[in-house]
């Protein structure tokens, strides 16, 4: 008897609503999107966790599918979707989180086009595995816009791991990098941020200097904000004990401690 073949599994509700939003008909495409919304947003409630488990699945499966297309030197491996619709997805996995999307959405960044949505996607999950990818794109991710946007987006976070990773980019060869690894050490509560500070004040000149005195000034604001007020009065020492400091971070400096009792 001939072999029969198995018929394929019909798409599902949602891999429909994925395919139209790559729909040319901008229209077509927002009514997918906001369908997709809503199934995640539903998902989210309470009892419903194996709902999206499924979802998820089949969300970052999208965000990661391949197709194959044929070039003179034979098959290659592409997105399935394009940049759009990528970008769209990777928002839609981070509304539903979870460590295991962390991973799809690192594997998509590996792709060039929608690598900004998907570090957008990363900002807003806010779990440990989140934070390692951030700092592993922050330190090696193609291009120094995409990685200072990740080092924005660590600047927003706290912890051990990242103020280690944050100083080590205040050593980039990159000069934006290096400026964007200090204004995010300004905003951590850690005070052993500012060791990185004091090394690179010893040594910097111009507007270089100036910019690390400011966020200086912040990081003492920071750590005062906290509640630490003994690490905030010793960077504030350290800022009005600096010859080179200029009067308006002096006078930031002393303002600060005098709140500090």
């Known amino acids: 008897m001939p072999e029969t073949k198995e018929k394929e599994a019909p798409p599902s509700q949602e891999q429909k609503l994925i395919d139209q939003l790559a729909n040319?008909?901008?229209?077509?495409?927002?009514?997918?999107?906001?369908?997709?919304?809503?199934?995640?947003?539903?998902?989210?409630?309470?009892?419903?966790?194996?709902?999206?488990?499924?979802?998820?699945?089949?969300?970052?499966?999208?965000?990661?599918?391949?197709?194959?297309?044929?070039?003179?030197?034979?098959?290659?491996?592409?997105?399935?979707?394009?940049?759009?619709?990528?970008?769209?997805?990777?928002?839609?996995?981070?509304?539903?989180?979870?460590?295991q999307n962390v991973e799809a959405i690192s594997k998509a960044m590996n792709e060039i086009d929608a690598r900004e949505a998907e570090r957008f996607a990363l900002d807003r999950m806010t779990d440990e595995k989140s934070t390692a990818s951030l700092i592993e794109f922050a330190k090696n991710g193609l291009g120094p816009d995409f990685r200072i946007g990740c080092i924005n987006a660590l600047g927003f976070r706290q912890g051990k791991e990242v103020v280690g990773a944050l100083t080590s980019l205040t050593n980039d060869k990159n000069a934006g990098v290096r400026q964007a690894a200090f204004n995010s050490l300004a905003n951590q509560t850690d005070p052993s941020a500012d060791q990185a500070f004091a090394q690179a004040i010893a040594k910097a000149q111009g507007r270089d200097l100036l910019a690390l005195q400011m966020y200086r000034v912040r990081l003492a604001g920071t750590l005062a904000d906290a509640g630490n007020k003994e690490a905030a009065k010793k960077v504030c020492q350290a800022i009005t004990a600096d010859k080179r400091a200029l009067k308006p971070q002096q006078k930031a400096a002393k303002i600060i401690a005098s709140r500090l009792g």
């Open 24 to 99: 040319s008909d901008p229209g077509k495409a927002y009514q997918a999107y906001h369908a997709l919304t809503e199934k995640v947003t539903s998902a989210g409630d309470p009892g419903k966790e194996a709902e999206r488990e499924r979802l998820a699945k089949v969300l970052a499966g999208a965000l990661n599918a391949t197709k194959t297309v044929k070039e003179r030197r034979g098959e290659k491996q592409v997105p399935r979707y394009n940049e759009k619709v990528r970008g769209e997805l990777a928002r839609l996995v981070s509304l539903i989180g979870g460590q």
